[in-house]
């Protein structure tokens, strides 16, 4: 620490920011890994590299990174609950909506791998007058749309307007989301879902640190 920043009181919010202003020290100069002879913009997952934000893309600005941490899966038809890690990733290619992927692996009490877990892919649109056009593809053969909108500069919620399943997937009827950054600085978000025949609940809810951006 440098003579003219404040002292840090640890477990307080402060606390929290200085360690988060110490990892951007080691993730600025991060980003997804880059093929040097692709003819079109790659993806970046750091402002700081590649093609200028879409100025669309303004709203979701904080969400571009990529993203590492923790979470709790509940639901009343399943075990649990149970702890998982997970990586999601929001990049740009300079056009006006955010790629987006997430990685999710199960986790057991003293933090070790079990097995990967959910895998989901798919794109971030902005819409006119500040709503949000979200299209997610998860490996376990459901589609969704989502529509929502930023609840504040740092907070983003969405529900889904249309599921789709394919003849193997499980039943999923619907969803929610509220991601929203914490401190100003780490990712955190809340997922309700109404599936296997229940009504819309908690299913998986994260903290997460940034790693790159
Ligand atoms: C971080 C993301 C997620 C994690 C870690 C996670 C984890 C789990 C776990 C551990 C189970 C219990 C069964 C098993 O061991 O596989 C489960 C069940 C389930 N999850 Fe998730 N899940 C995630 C996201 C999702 C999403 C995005 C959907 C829907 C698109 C979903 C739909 C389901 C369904 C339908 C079940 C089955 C429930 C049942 O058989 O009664 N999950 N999830």
């Known amino acids: 620490m440098t003579a003219n920043q404040p002292p840090v009181v640890p ?17 600025r100069h991060r980003n997804l890994p880059q093929f040097d002879d692709l003819p079109i913009p790659a993806d970046t997952a750091n402002l700081r590299e590649g093609p200028n934000l879409h100025d669309d893309l303004l709203a979701l600005l904080p969400l571009v990174g990529v993203w590492r941490g923790e979470g709790e899966v509940v639901y009343p038809t399943i075990d649990g609950p149970f702890k998982f890690g997970q990586q999601i990733t929001f990049a740009h290619d300079g056009r006006p909506f955010l790629s987006y992927e997430s990685r999710a692996w199960l986790l057991d009490d003293e933090g070790a791998v079990i097995r990967p877990a959910a895998r989901e892919v798919g794109w971030w649109r902005p819409g006119p007058d500040d709503t949000l056009e979200v299209l997610l593809a998860h490996a376990t053969g459901i589609t969704e749309i989502y529509y929502g909108a930023p609840r504040t500069q740092t907070s983003w919620e969405i529900e889904t307007d249309i599921v789709t399943r394919t003849a193997s997937a499980k039943e999923v009827n619907a969803a929610k989301r509220l991601y929203g950054l914490v401190n100003g600085v780490d990712l955190a978000y809340v997922e309700e879902r109404a599936m296997m025949g229940q009504e819309m609940q908690p299913h998986t809810s994260a903290y997460l640190r940034r790693v790159v951006g």
């Open 11 to 27: 477990g307080s919010g402060d606390a929290a920011v200085q360690a988060a202003l110490q990892r951007a020290e080691r993730t």
